[in-house]
């Protein structure tokens, strides 16, 4: 709340005034420097300095320390002793004291302007708000003097052109005025002669219409037209008649027909039988070559336990992360049985007699098509095996590795890939242990690698950052490390046109003489502490122990890594949409019309947002548009945030050229719905139907190799200062 802003006699002095609201000191504070503010603007200068926290006096501009401002009991009774008259003076109230006083006059003063509670739009002094609600309001509610309704005064006339108990006169002149709404109709066919009316016969084709006298009479004289007419439709009935008999001897045929057909089930019955004891005996073979698979599993693993015992912890990790991969290959297997299982209880649900002429014929089709999936799944479980343990193999010894080095066997390793963020540069690290160029045969060769990524089209071309490459120490001490800038020019950093450039480095990184981390038969790229063989056996121990329970682990950790490297936690996303043509065919035929991006967040702990498309655009822009919008989700940390979500946003979608993107900034409604805290897992969408055309979209410079790219901006800026910015 800033200062009063009451109705002073005389301008205000400098020393009563504040300098940030110009009104009247509330609750003056004093400075170091001697000059006074209101508390609540102080407040508001301590939440504009930002992280600096350094307050700037709004007078001499020197720095205010907090300590040194303290409360000026003194000025606060001269502000509240100023006189001052009431802010409705010139409204005719009399009122005049001190300042101390006025707030509660305000509160009580009869001549307040307020606006009428009725929604009138008038407003008035407070003494004549009464008065205006009985008398003159046009919102005020009077009784409709026929049908005793409550209706708004400026209404009435509308309620009279339909009431149903308003009088009205008869539209035929009869003489009767005064008849209720609702009885005229029931007037005009019982009891005004003047009404007219048609021909009793008039179902039967006779047009005559007249009052009720004329039809009398008409009645009377066209007697043998009337029979003539009835004739007619006696006819009409006869031939309508045979034309249902012919149909119904037409479906007794046709149920002669089925029951035909059901008489035949019990053989259709008798071969799918057959055809399941096929599968079962196609799903036990399947179960023999699974126990064959889990057995290479089991012997997988115990290569593993020797393999670790000879080389030490050095490559406990890597066995770790081939052992999990064994497991998903047992797991891949227990899942392609249990299809197998869905499809013979599938087999055994049948439902009705009439379809199963239809399921016999599909059952075949299945069953093959799913006894050929099992096979080839089993093929390549063969497979993956094989490759399991020619990289068990690599790993038995470091020494081997360098062997194969100095043989030219396996000259170069590449590390896995690696990223400068979510969207950013892909690259790896490449090893020559017998070294390359200058360096070979008698250093080892480290190089920095620059791969073709995924996001590069949206990246920055030559690559720009430093480089550090480093071989680790067992003392954690001697590490051996260089440095380099990338050099614009060199094909290196360009953009790959290839999966990888060349590789820069040094092909003379560490003289072989002096690899006192690098051997002791095991090589550490990772600082890792040595454990006993004994500690190492007691570890695998248990981890055979829980292998059950692992098992169960993997597969949710698997979901959560695929989330976490999908997640931005900087308030910008950009959503790569592939298999466009097929997924707007969906949005099309509407199987699926909308789709919705990976979530990501303002900060770590901060708000938990999506992004929402509809290929074939929503309400005004289907058919015609694509529609983009923005949706607040539901988050963990949502009862420590400020709601509504207070936050500027942009929706873009990414042009190839770098040029011509699409881009529409909003700024969040308080009392929208959408921007409120969610009570359940997302609130409504918030954007444009018509964010692009189908037609611009088409044409433009937006979709390559089948894909789209749609980047969200949230404006993060208004959080810097709060908790969940951190």
């Known amino acids: 709340m800033v200062g009063y802003s009451g109705n002073f006699p005389a301008p205000l002095a400098e020393h009563h005034k504040c300098p940030c609201c110009s009104y009247a000191l509330r609750d003056p504070l004093q400075t170091e420097c001697g000059h006074r503010i209101c508390k609540e603007c102080y407040a508001d200068l301590q939440r504009q300095s930002g992280r600096t926290g350094q307050i700037i006096c709004p007078v001499d501009g020197s720095i205010v320390l907090p300590h040194q401002v303290f409360p000026d009991m003194y000025a606060k009774r001269e502000v509240l002793n100023l006189a001052t008259y009431c802010m409705y003076r010139n409204s005719g109230c009399q009122w005049h004291g001190v300042l101390k006083d006025y707030e509660d006059h305000i509160i009580r003063c009869e001549y307040e302007d307020i606006r009428c509670p009725n929604g009138c739009n008038q407003r008035l002094p407070k003494h004549l708000i009464e008065q205006h609600l009985l008398q003159s309001c046009p919102r005020r509610l009077v009784e409709c003097e026929y049908c005793k309704a409550k209706i708004p005064s400026e209404e009435l006339e509308d309620h009279y052109e339909k009431c149903e108990l308003f009088p009205v006169d008869c539209l035929y002149n009869c003489g009767t005025i005064k008849i209720p709404r609702k009885l005229l109709q029931q007037h005009h066919e019982n009891e005004c002669p003047n009404a007219v009316g048609a021909c009793s016969y008039s179902f039967a084709g006779c047009n005559f219409k007249g009052t009720k006298d004329e039809v009398l009479d008409h009645l009377a004289k066209e007697t043998t037209e009337h029979l003539r007419f009835a004739a007619i439709i006696s006819n009409k009935l006869r031939i309508t008649s045979t034309e249902l008999s012919r149909k119904f001897e037409n479906e007794s045929n046709r149920a002669g027909i089925l029951e035909q057909m059901v008489s035949g089930q019990a053989e259709d019955l008798e071969a799918i039988t057959f055809q399941y004891k096929e599968l079962r005996d196609a799903i036990n073979s399947l179960e023999r070559n699974m126990d064959e698979l889990k057995r290479s599993g089991q012997i997988t693993r115990e290569n593993l336990n020797q393999i670790q015992r000879r080389a030490g912890p050095a490559v406990a990790m890597e066995m770790d992360r081939l052992r999990e991969q064994a497991r998903l290959l047992e797991q891949k297997v227990d899942k392609a049985l249990q299809k197998g299982s869905n499809v013979q209880v599938t087999q055994m649900t049948l439902s009705g007699a009439s379809s199963l002429p239809v399921a016999s014929a599909t059952s075949d089709s299945q069953t093959d098509k799913r006894i050929e999936q099992l096979e080839n799944q089993l093929a390549l479980q063969d497979v993956q095996i094989a490759e399991l343990n020619l990289k068990l193999q690599l790993m038995e010894a470091t020494e081997k590795r360098r062997q194969d080095a100095i043989m030219g066997k396996s000259p170069s390793l590449y590390s896995p890939p690696f990223y400068t963020s979510r969207f950013g540069y892909m690259m790896c690290a490449r090893l020559n242990l017998n070294g390359d160029g200058k360096g070979k045969g008698t ?213 190839h050229d770098g040029n011509a993107h699409i881009a529409v900034g909003f700024c969040p409604v308080p009392n929208s719905s959408s921007f409120r805290r969610p009570s359940t897992e997302m609130n409504i969408a918030s954007g444009l139907s018509s964010f692009v055309s189908l037609q611009k979209l088409m044409k433009g410079p937006y979709i390559k190799n089948d894909c789209i790219f749609v980047q969200v901006i949230v404006d993060t800026s208004i959080l810097a200062n709060s908790l969940h910015s951190q």
């Not at 500690?535 to 959560?560: C, G, P, V």
């Not at 959503?575 to 949005?587: P, T």
């Open 443 to 655: 250093h080892i060769s480290l190089f920095f690698v620059v791969m073709k990524g995924e996001y590069d089209a949206w990246l920055e071309w030559p690559f720009p950052c430093k480089i550090t490459l480093k071989l680790l120490a067992h003392d954690g001490n001697a590490h051996i490390a260089e440095g380099f800038c990338p050099v614009p020019n060199s094909s290196s950093f360009r953009r790959p046109s290839s999966e990888m450039n060349v590789a820069p480095g040094l092909s003379s990184s560490a003289k072989e003489a002096n690899e006192r981390s690098l051997h002791k038969n095991r090589l550490h790229l990772f600082s890792a502490s040595a454990t006993s063989d004994t500690q190492t056996d007691k570890r695998i121990e248990k981890l055979e122990n829980q292998l059950a329970l692992q098992d169960l682990q993997i597969a949710e950790l698997n979901l959560k890594l695929q989330l976490m490297e999908a997640t931005s936690y900087d308030g910008k996303m950009i959503w790569k949409i592939d298999n466009l043509e097929k997924r707007r065919q969906d949005a099309i035929m509407g199987k699926s019309p909308f789709l919705y991006s990976p979530p990501f967040y303002t900060s770590r702990f901060g708000y938990k947002m999506c992004a929402k498309i509809y290929l074939n655009g929503d309400n005004k822009g289907k058919g015609t548009h694509v529609s983009l919008f923005f949706v607040v989700m539901k988050g963990e940390y949502d009862a420590w945030l400020e709601w509504p979500f207070p936050c500027k946003f942009i929706l873009k979608l990414l042009a």
